[in-house]
């Protein structure tokens, strides 16, 4: 499309005044919807009792209801309309930052023992990878970065907003609806040194598919010998699993190896403050004095963005974390999550092998975290929307979040019916 | 090897031999991986330690993908704060502050904010992700606000409202529309302005110039100046305007000023782009301070307004605001707002919550609003009453004739009063008035009873000091 710079061509009058009607913003095409937005709305405008939503990327009950954690709502009876909302710094809450290191990087970590983690409070995890990208691109302008295939469809959008160049590097195997790791290793091999690599530190979206243990340990190694930037999206940490330090393992397996890391930590899903825009951007830097520098310059690039960042979540999560009591009751909340997620994917499978179907859906219960790449076909889903009011995204992602004991059943007869025949 | 991009100052330089020194000492790695970990360069893992395994938590660290980045300069506003902390003198005044504070110079949690966030809590709303654009309830009432809920814009639903992270958030998502629909176009930004702007235009890659506003030799605006300069501004530019309250100086245009304005923007086709962060702080009245922004929309021009409840409704750090596009039609207005969503999504996929629902609550109720409108008039009545008693203890002090009436016809939290850098550090240095070297002085932190001594830190840094 053509950006016709219509400013510079005025004629006609207008029934607004002497303006012309051709306005400034004749050129301005209407943005392609969202895909993941549009399957929600169409669910909403479905009235059919029975539909189903599984697009929804946030945790619902079992009863398809969203959910705010005790440990949430006990830390805002704590502050409301009692405090003063004056500017957080611009690198945002100095409490909460630190409570947020100490889930990712550990308790007893030393490099926040030795100030060496330059850290900002971001704007959920996409403010983390909007700040870092730019970042980047600042620092490191002839740096590119390697994206998984596939991933969260907005990395995409971020690092290009950011004008890096990006790559992609093989992930999701189709056939087996697993790990493609020889391929992966393969790109991570060839990939020039000293590349930027993102990775899902655990529960990867949309596929579920994460590499195990032993897996990492061969990427970080690789990464070592290929002097790679490794920069962690952990959008999922105590979700996955439902143990925080279990769900951490990947980065700690980096960090032990010596790697200076980058993380994006969000509080959306773990904490159910998906609104509140709360998360973190932490890079570890060789000292102290290279941690301050660097903060600086997140800071730099986070004031002409929203010049600081939005306090309420930012307490919530701090009182929650520092408040032995409160901690131990967001991990119980947290670990009832993941095992309703889990005990939802024992659930669909077993379903469908009773309903005596050929096909092999043990990846449902290998995947990890929210979604379930199910390895249904467009037109599957697109059967599943029309004939059984089945909502998700055409890529076969299921959101396991959206699936109750209510309606697993109906949801396995529909997946069975339109896969029986393949 | 990808090339380092190492920061432009000395200093960082300087920094750098210390990596190369670490890499000299590190000969003796063993390591448990055939590879060599010694590639030269940069882009390799070494140890402190002797032996490497990944039991050693401490030692190893990657140190070069961004290596010499330098510390970036300090904020000259914070900065301000922090010598106020640091200050043990007992007399000290802190006039950087860009926030309210009460006689008591206290931080001040407005009644309604209280009594909406109790509400909110005893609903027990979710915490869902908002839409990109924000809460539906929130864009409504905050253009209604800004445009008057009668006007034609409004009722023609030709205004893209898309909600954002306060002020600077709807800056840059303006900025960012610009940078991408219109290439090459240039924001004219006051002399002086707020010093974030040109930060965000230039991280946003949109060019900028200035034109001139403050004239220091009538404490007061240069409107001749201002005119001839956004006459002389290629056609088509977007010519950035404070509504009201126009920081850092205090001081607007009059009515029929804005009037002048708005035909020389008319005339030269440029989209006049507003920034409305004091709406009803400035002289009390919501109605009233946002005239200007409404003269403009009554002549039938596009226009982009960012608003910020900060302020107003003392929400500085929840972060909320919202950006508004004035278009000929509803349906350009649905694709413009579809282009700001496209353009907020990868910058942080859509907008906190609380401070969206706090505003909605306010302006929405009725009772609520008339309660905020009460104490928005006293704020601002706080900030004229010390701008009157300032204005008389110079007066009644100073017996030179000097006329320093520019305090009183200054509007808002801010007032420039024409002190140069030496005479605003004598401020601080002597007096232990912490201020802006731009001459700038918060009267949001000045109380009535410090009015006298900053009276006599102003007198005396004016005549005596070069």
């Keep these: 499309m053509a950006q016709r710079i219509a400013i510079f061509r005025r004629a006609g009058a207008s029934p607004f005044g002497a303006r012309s009607a051709s306005s400034w913003w004749a050129h301005v095409e ?161 990939a020039p040194n000293g590349s930027f690599f993102l990775l899902h530190a655990c529960a990867h979206n949309p596929t579920g598919v994460d590499p195990t243990e032993e897996q990492w340990k061969e990427i970080s190694n690789i990464f070592k010998v290929k002097g790679h930037f490794p ?95 409160l901690k131990n009751l967001w991990l119980k909340e947290v670990k009832v999550m993941a095992d309703r997620i889990i005990g939802m994917r024992t659930a669909l499978r077993e379903n469908l092998e009773k309903l005596g179907s050929s096909l092999s859906w043990e990846h449902i219960t290998k995947q990890i975290g929210m979604f379930c790449y199910s390895g249904l076909t467009a037109e599957q889903v697109d059967r599943l929307t029309n004939e059984f009011h089945i909502y998700m995204t055409r890529n076969g992602r299921i959101s396991m979040a959206g699936v109750t004991t209510k309606n697993v059943e109906y949801l396995a007869n529909a997946i069975h019916e339109v896969t029986k025949s393949s | 090897m990808a090339s380092i991009v190492v920061s432009l100052s000395p200093a960082s330089m300087a920094d750098a031999p210390s990596v190369r020194h670490h890499l000299k000492e590190n000969t003796k790695v063993k390591t448990n991986d055939s590879s060599s970990f010694l590639r030269g360069g940069y882009g390799n893992a070494f140890v402190k330690s002797k032996s490497f395994s990944r039991f050693s938590m401490v030692a190893a660290v990657n140190v070069s993908h961004f290596e010499g980045i330098s510390m970036a300069p300090p904020d000259p506003i914070l900065g301000v704060s922090e010598a106020f902390r640091a200050s043990t003198n007992e007399m000290k005044l ?125 404490v007061g605006l240069d409107f001749e100046g201002m005119i001839a300069d956004i006459k002389a501004a290629p056609e088509g530019s977007f010519i950035l305007l404070h509504g009201c309250a126009h920081n850092p100086t205090g001081i607007d245009p009059t009515p029929e000023q804005w009037e002048n304005i708005a035909d020389v923007v008319q005339e030269k086709n440029h989209i006049p782009f507003f920034d409305v962060a004091y709406q009803g702080f400035a002289s009390g009245s919501l109605d009233a301070d946002a005239s200007s922004v409404r003269l403009f929309a009554a002549r039938g021009m596009e226009l982009m307004v960012a608003q910020s409840y900060s302020k107003n409704l003392g929400l500085y750090a929840e972060r909320i605001g919202a950006i508004n596009v004035v278009c000929p039609s509803a349906d350009a207005a649905a694709r413009v707002k579809s282009q700001l969503k496209r353009l907020a999504r990868p ?10 629902r706090i505003v909605a609550n306010v302006v929405g109720e009725p009772d609520l609003f008339n309660e905020w409108r009460k104490e928005m008039e006293m704020m601002a009545g706080r900030i004229k009453s010390v701008r009157q008693k300032l204005y008389d203890s110079l007066t009644a002090k100073d017996q030179s004739g000097k006329d320093w009436s520019f305090i009183l016809k200054q509007i808002g939290m801010f007032s420039y009063t024409g002190l140069n850098k030496s005479q605003s550090e004598n401020m ?12 700038r002085i918060s009267l949001a932190g000045l109380s009535s009873a410090k009015c006298e001594h900053l009276a006599d830190a102003i007198i005396d840094s004016f005549y005596n000091v070069v």
Aim: hydrophobic content about 40%; glycine content about 8%; some cysteine.
């Design chain 1, 30 to 190: 209407p943005a392609q919807k969202d895909p993941i937005l549009g399957v929600t709305e169409a669910y909403l405008a479905d009235p059919t009792p029975h539909k189903v939503n599984v697009g929804v990327g946030a945790f619902r009950d079992d009863n398809g209801n969203p959910v705010v954690l005790q440990c949430v709502r006990e830390a805002e009876r704590r502050i409301v309309g009692k405090l003063n909302m004056e500017y957080l710094p611009m690198g945002g809450s100095h409490k909460m930052i630190d409570e947020t290191l100490r889930l990712a990087y550990g308790e007893n970590s030393e490099f926040i023992k030795d100030k060496r983690i330059a850290a900002i409070q971001a704007l959920s995890g996409t403010g983390a990878c909007r700040v870092f990208a730019d970042f980047q691109k600042r620092f490191r302008p002839d740096s590119q970065i390697y994206i998984p295939v596939p991933t969260w469809a907005n990395h995409h959008n971020i690092w290009r907003d950011a004008h890096v160049t990006q790559k992609t590097f093989h992930y999701y195997h189709p056939e087996s609806r697993g790990l493609d790791f020889a391929a992966m290793i393969d790109d991570i091999k060839n």
């Design chain 1, 231 to 325: 920069f962690f999206d952990m959008a999922y940490q105590g979700f996955a699993s439902g143990d925080p330090e279990r769900d951490a393992r990947a980065i700690r397996i980096f960090l032990e190896d010596g790697h200076a890391i980058g993380i994006a930590q969000s509080f959306a899903k773990n904490m159910g403050l998906y609104g509140q825009r709360v998360g973190c951007l932490s890079l570890v830097c060789e000292d102290e004095k290279r941690a301050v520098a660097v903060k600086s310059q997140l800071q730099q690039l986070a004031r002409p963005m929203y010049s600081n960042p939005p306090v309420h979540g930012a307490l919530l999560v701090s009182i929650i974390l520092s408040d032995p009591h």
């Design chain 2, 94 to 218: 802190n006039l950087g502050v860009g926030a309210y504070r009460t006689e008591e110079l206290q931080p001040y949690v407005l009644n309604v904010v209280e009594k909406a966030e109790m509400l909110m809590l005893e609903r027990g709303e979710n915490k869902e992700y908002l839409p990109i654009e924000g809460l539906a309830a929130f864009n409504k009432v905050t253009a209604e606000l800004l445009f008057g809920v009668d006007n034609p814009v409004i009722k023609q639903q030709r205004v893209a409202t898309v909600q954002s992270l306060s002020g600077t958030g709807s800056l840059r998502l303006a900025a960012a529309l610009i940078e991408r629909y219109f290439p090459g176009a240039k924001v004219l930004i006051s002399s002086p302005s707020w010093g974030n702007h040109k930060n965000i235009f230039n991280d946003a890659r949109v060019p900028w110039s200035e034109y001139r506003y403050y004239d220091p030799k009538t």
């Design chain 2, 347 to 356: 910058m942080y996929s859509n907008p906190p919550v609380h401070g969206a």
């Design chain 2, 428 to 439: 601080t240095n002597k007096w232990h008035v912490f201020m802006t070297k731009d001459g």
